[in-house]
């Protein structure tokens, strides 16, 4: 077989590596002022949405990085109501933020308004909730936003932000997790993508260092597949702000959830023996 | 970018989707009497094993997969003395199953002497325990000689095999695993590798299904990443000829790993949610 260009192909440079899927047609190819944003109908994976190339989603496998960004992290937040996505354009983070009852309020914070605009008309199931009245879509620097905002605003905090390059890469630095500690009510929860457990071992101990050192006492890795990520292995650091994060004070909120359930909470907190700190 | 032939690439064809590994030299192509077998030597992946052009190992990721198929099932029985694997022609189970001071034999039943011939000297890493006094390496049919068995001849059964098609199919048949229950002492375990949850679903309800017909009234879904194999996530499940296979119940023997543990026992079995029953 060869792989032409019938099909898309993400090559992960420096691991000497590369996932192809196989296209049926492009929908979308747009120069935002950030950004290349392509959109193609797959054979197998539903729409695919690649930013400079990159995958952002697909429609088949999307389901297990949203719900694991999104619920330990509320559900390790006995009442959050007030909550910030930073990132998160194609809008299926804050699609299920909006499955807890608690939350009365989101803002999503996403710098670039096209990739939402795309999200809107190619992945209608992923923004089914934009008009909630709960949800506040905001096309805004998200660092800015963390600084500008005040002191013990929000509840918790997903950063759910493409690799730590270009426009992402100040959300892997220090200085934006304090400001994330600063704008986190005393008993705040912060979660961030924290990339391949198999492909960025030391930028997830790098992140973990550095959330220790923004204040955040405690963190938590959560590792999952994620077929269509480098490695397809990803994960998600959630920090504690006061210091607590067990599974003995997990709240048990009924969601709707395809990949997540409460058991697994626990269960995707137990790293590889070779993460073990 | 463009995979060309400086890339091993495969195709997961039912799926729309493919894996490449970046390629430094072929070290070894040759037919053997049932498949070709084909050693690279990767840029970022180790040594690479291919059988019939499916990635069967590769120096980087394979520890997971032989860690998990091995380590939940010889820890689910108190007493391992007597165990056989089916396939498993490139050793790496084998030395994971001697890394368990209980076991006192093992045979090891591989159909392709030139796989395991060809692990020797490109693999000698998965090989070192082949000289082990307890190990016995037998070139034939794992499906004969399992159906040659005396009853409860070994406490547990390990099939390590590749994809439900070709030599492998019978290792996924009914008939097989009522052989397995047979030749399994009245504690006995029996895993076999069981394909990827997110393409595979329906293969891992027959399997479970067909395991429950042969007697095993309790199973055990274990599933963990697999970068190179489809979709970088994939399973063992473990069955329990006497029904009983809890944590509550596990041996929890000193085990040099670098993915399993015994907090990882308990984890690995909680299913994702479209997989609970």
Redesign the interface.
């Known amino acids: ?3 032409d260009d019938t ?1 898309y ?1 993400e ?1 992960w440079a ?9 296209i049926k047609t492009k929908l979308c190819d747009l120069q935002s002022p950030y950004q290349r944003i392509e959109i193609f109908e ?4 539903g729409r695919l949405m690649t930013l400079d190339g990159l995958v952002m989603v697909t429609g088949r ?1 999307n389901f ?1 990085y949203h719900e694991m960004l999104t619920h330990p992290a509320l559900c390790s937040h006995m009442q959050p109501e007030k909550v910030l996505i930073i990132g998160g354009g194609d809008c299926g983070t804050l699609k299920e933020v909006l499955k807890h009852e608690a939350v009365k309020h989101v803002d999503m914070v996403e710098l670039d308004a096209d990739v939402t605009h795309a999200a809107e008309e190619f992945f209608p199931e992923l923004c089914s909730s934009n008009h909630d009245p709960r949800a506040a879509i905001h096309f805004e620097d998200g660092i800015k936003w963390v600084k500008d905002a005040d002191e013990q605003r929000y509840d918790v905090i997903l950063v759910d932000s493409t690799d730590p390059v270009g426009p992402a890469a100040g959300l892997f630095e220090i200085e934006f997790y304090r400001q994330c500690f600063r704008a986190l009510t005393d008993n705040g929860i912060l979660a961030l993508q924290s990339e391949s ?2 492909f960025h071992t030391s930028l997830i101990q790098a992140v973990d260092d550095s959330l220790g050192q923004a204040g955040f006492a405690k963190r938590k890795l959560f ?1 999952f ?3 269509t990520y480098p ?3 990803w994960s998600a650091t959630v920090a504690a702000k006061n210091g607590t994060l067990s599974v003995d004070l997990l709240r048990r909120p009924t969601l709707d ?5 409460h ?2 909470y ?3 907190a ?1 790293p ?3 993460l ?1 700190s």
Do not use: N, V
């Open positions: 077989m060869a792989i099909w192909t090559e420096d691991q000497g590596s590369a996932i192809s899927l196989k797959t054979e197998s994976f496998d297990i457990p198999l590792h597949p994620q077929c490695s397809g292995w959830t395809r990949y997540y359930s058991e697994l626990a269960a995707a137990i590889p023996r070779f073990q």
